[in-house]
């Protein structure tokens, strides 16, 4: 999942859950953790940022993106015990603007796996990365997953313990594709094929426990002068 900020880049936050004293659930209660300074790539005019955290053997990892002057990300394990921090190979593209609007998924069996989709000049790309020994490796070049074409914004993915997916717009419609951790695509699929009005803005959530799996997006479907929520499993 995504947020929008516009002066400050918050990487961390942990939210504890707290018994209720009612005894009829939990609550959360956001706890600010101690920033990590992103301070080797400059931190301006920062638009989107994307954030995913597991927990594996040697303790949780997390990871966040985000795009601005210098698109990068910071990985975590451990509550700041080991750090790395990089720019997304989208900065490099050939003739290619910074990537914009980045999410970020890492694989949840924790082996320190983590996929990075964006915007880059119009079309959806993602990338592929690896924490390794105190350090965050490429595993997979920037490449496309959008048609080429059509102009497309609004890139979310996210991962199950078998497959990856990340929906976008591209035009007025909502598509997709799966992705395996061998980073091989499958096809492009289409949310909304037989609706005429705009399809925009998706997001994706995946549940998958290795034996069943449940895919859900969301869209923000505009008809003429009105806007609906669509579900789509």
């Not at 080797?40 to 303790?59: D, E, L």
């Not at 966040?64 to 900065?91: A, I, K, R, Y």
Request: proline share 6%; aromatic share 12%; hydrophobic share 35%.
């Amino acid at each position: 999942m995504k947020s929008n900020i516009r002066f400050r880049l918050l990487l961390f936050c942990i939210c504890y859950f707290l018994a209720s004293t009612s005894g009829f659930g939990q609550y959360l209660i956001p706890t600010i953790m101690p920033e990590f300074s992103a301070s080797a790539f400059p931190q301006i005019q920062i638009s989107n940022t994307g954030n995913s955290a597991v927990k594996s053997a040697i303790g949780p990892l997390r990871v966040s993106v985000w795009d601005g002057q210098t698109p990068g990300f910071l990985f975590d394990h451990d509550t700041g015990t080991t750090t790395c921090e990089q720019e997304l190979m989208g900065n490099f593209l050939s003739g290619s603007s910074n990537p914009y609007g980045p999410d970020v998924v890492l694989d949840p069996s924790g082996n320190g796996v983590f996929m990075i989709v964006y915007r880059s000049d119009g079309q959806i790309y993602y990338e592929g990365w690896r924490f390794t020994a105190g350090t965050c490796n490429p595993v997979f070049p920037p490449t496309m997953l959008s048609g080429g074409s059509e102009f497309c914004q609004y890139p979310n993915i996210d991962k199950g313990f078998n497959t990856t997916g990340v929906v976008w717009q591209e035009g007025g419609r909502v598509k997709a594709r799966a992705i395996e951790w061998s980073f091989v695509m499958g096809p492009t699929v289409e949310f909304g094929a037989c609706i005429s009005t705009i399809n925009s803005q998706p997001d994706i959530a995946i549940y998958d426990d290795g034996v069943h799996q449940l895919v859900n997006v969301v869209i923000i479907n505009q008809s003429i002068g009105d806007k609906d929520l669509i579900h789509k499993r």
